[in-house]
Structure formats: structure tokens, C-alpha cells
């Protein structure tokens, strides 16, 4: 933090991932600093209590997947985990551990989309709070060709948001550590370059809104249905 002189302040944010929901944590913060003579001291600051609370979840209505992304677009909060995942399972099997993990929740499956060489697997689930009855919206993206899992998700408060997550992130380490007795290694991506990279690479794959079949950019038809598609970047 440098030098602060008397009669000045100085401020700094640290952003903490959660690895686990909690109804009641506690950050705990110990500064060392030297004073004015270059004697080294240090203060405890008063400890910041938080919650990461998973939100009750409940689904009373039928939704498509046009509606689902205008919907996306809608909510205030979205955000991502990345995991970068060393497993012998092929990306259908993990899918399908995901959808088990997922459905155990009251969370509504809405349609899931695949690549036709079965490497690339895309759902999607929707559903609402029971308390405040707000939008949820979850979508888990796995793809061979980088090795990666993304949880992605929109909310309407952060809270929640980071809540979710964080439980099904934890959930999904847990899967898969049981149903591969542990030879599965996932490991969450905090490099934010590493990160964008995959999504960018994901998100160059568009898929057949009809059939679900993997699209070549610049195409205007879908070769396995004949739909007309429109490719976004």
C-alpha cells in the first residue's frame, strides 16, 4: 500500500471466490505495517461476516430456448465458472453427470445442443427462487476439444449469482471425483487470459437452433436439417 502519510487514508478491494456456501462466514483481515520510527506493528480490522446461501429453487412453468436467451439478455447479473478438466470420460457422459447433478434440483432442463462429432455439448435449465420468485437461468457448456466445463449463470441479485455457482461447482467436483473414483482432476481457471481464451474459442461454435448440429461459420443453412440460421459472434 505504500506510504500513507497523516491525516490521508488509503482504500483497496480484494475479490474472494467462494469455495463452499455458508449461512455464516466470517473474513478475518491482520495488517502488518510499520509506523512513522520503522517499528513493524499490526492490527486486527474488525472481521467482515458474509453468506453464500444456495437459493431454493422452483420451476412452475415451460419456457423455450428463444425465450431463454432473451431472457439471459433481461437479467443484471451473469457470470462464469471455467474449470479446466483431466478425464478419460468422453463429453457425453459428462454431460449426462452434469444433467444428474442439476436435475436434483428443483431446475427446469430446457433443451441441450451438441456438435455431430459428440465433442462439444451445450445445455441449458431454467427456473425460479422460491422466496422472491426471481429468474434463474443456468447453462453448462463442455467441450473436448479444450478440456474445459463452464458454469455459466444469470441471476437478478449478485448474491445469489455467486451462491449458485459456487454449489454447483462444489457439487461437480464432487460428481465426478465419486463416479470416476477419483481419477478425474478438475481445476478451476483464475487466470483471467487463460479464461477468456476458451471462451472466445467456445464461442466461436454456433449451433442449428432445429437439429442442434455444429455450424460452419459463414453459413446460412444448416447441412443436416436445412434450417435457415442466422450466426451470431
Known sequence: MGNIHGNNSRSFMVYFDPMLCSKSSEIKCRVFYKDAQGKLLNTEMKPKRIEVAFPILKTDSDINIGILRELVASLPFRDSKVYRI???LDAETLMNICHEMVQRHDIKHIR??????????????????????????????????????????????TESLVSMLTEFGHELSTEL????????????????????????????????????????????????CGTKVTQTL
Open 86 to 88: 483431466n478425464s478419460y
Open 112 to 157: 441441450t445442443l451438441k456438435t455431430k462429432d459428440g465433442k462439444n455439448y451445450e445445455t441449458w435449465y431454467r427456473g425460479k427462487a422460491k422466496v422472491n420468485s426471481h429468474d434463474i437461468v443456468l447453462n453448462i457448456t463442455i467441450s473436448k476439444d479444450t478440456d474445459s466445463i463452464e458454469l455459466f449463470g444469470a441471476l437478478q441479485t
Open 177 to 224: 471425483k465419486t463416479n470416476t473414483r477419483g481419477k478425474s482432476d478438475l481445476n478451476q481457471i483464475v487466470n483471467v487470459t487463460i479464461k477468456d481464451s476458451i471462451q472466445r474459442t467456445e464461442s466461436m461454435t454456433n449451433f442449428c437452433p432445429s437439429c442442434g448440429t455444429k455450424l460452419t461459420m459463414g453459413v446460412n443453412f444448416c447441412s443436416e
